[in-house]
């Protein structure tokens, strides 16, 4: 009977974190009830330890996931071992190395969690077989990938034209919540400068 009960707990909390996922989904396209139980049903909860993998440089992807609670990082690790964070993955947001994936070829890149997360995972094939049965995931992805080029895009521009300061500065408007949450090594490699010019930029603000 316990045993029972915990399952009906777990099975309830599962219930309530997706009904919030399909609430985000829907105030970004959509959403028909039908597609959102093919949605919750080839969806599985996945709960990642801060430090884990969700793909490692080499790895050929296979599946992506719905970043339902903590925080996640991509990034890359050069032939001396120094690492270049290409950016913070908040709640809400899906991760997959996507090029990769579509390609079936190793990922040139790491997505890490920062913090202990929980995430929705859905395999390739059943994410093609989704997008391909209903135009609402289309519009997902295009979503998706029109908000990962517009970043690529904006980001580029920051590390040629802007100066530190100004990056620094961005990177607070964009992420306010991060500055406790991360390690300043890591928001230094965001903002490609060393951690050493990162404190010399906060004690000048101060």
Request: hydrophobic share 40%.
């Amino acid at each position: 009977m316990v045993y029972k009960r915990l399952l009906y707990i777990a099975s309830k909390h599962t219930h309530k974190a997706m009904d919030a996922i399909i609430e985000l989904l829907r105030k970004i396209i959509k959403l028909p009830d039908t597609e959102a139980e093919k949605f919750a049903s080839i969806a599985n909860e996945r709960r990642m330890d801060k430090g884990e993998h969700f793909i490692r440089e080499g790895q050929v992807p296979k599946k992506i996931a719905f970043v339902g609670k903590g925080l996640f990082r991509y990034f890359y690790i050069d032939g001396n071992g120094t690492e270049y964070t290409k950016n913070f993955i908040l709640a809400g947001n899906f991760i997959t190395s996507y090029s990769a994936m579509i390609a079936q070829k190793p990922s040139a890149m790491f997505i890490e969690a920062l913090e202990d997360s929980v995430i929705y995972e859905i395999n390739y094939t059943d994410w093609e077989q989704l997008k391909n049965g209903h135009s609402c995931w289309k519009d997902l992805l295009i979503h998706f990938l029109e908000k990962a080029f517009s970043t690529k895009e904006k980001r580029e521009r920051e590390l040629l034209l802007l100066d530190a300061e100004h990056r620094y500065r961005i990177f607070k408007e964009e992420f306010p919540c991060l500055e406790t949450r991360v390690k300043q090594h890591l928001i230094a490699s965001y903002l490609g400068i060393s951690p050493v010019s990162l404190s010399r930029l906060k004690n000048s603000k101060r």
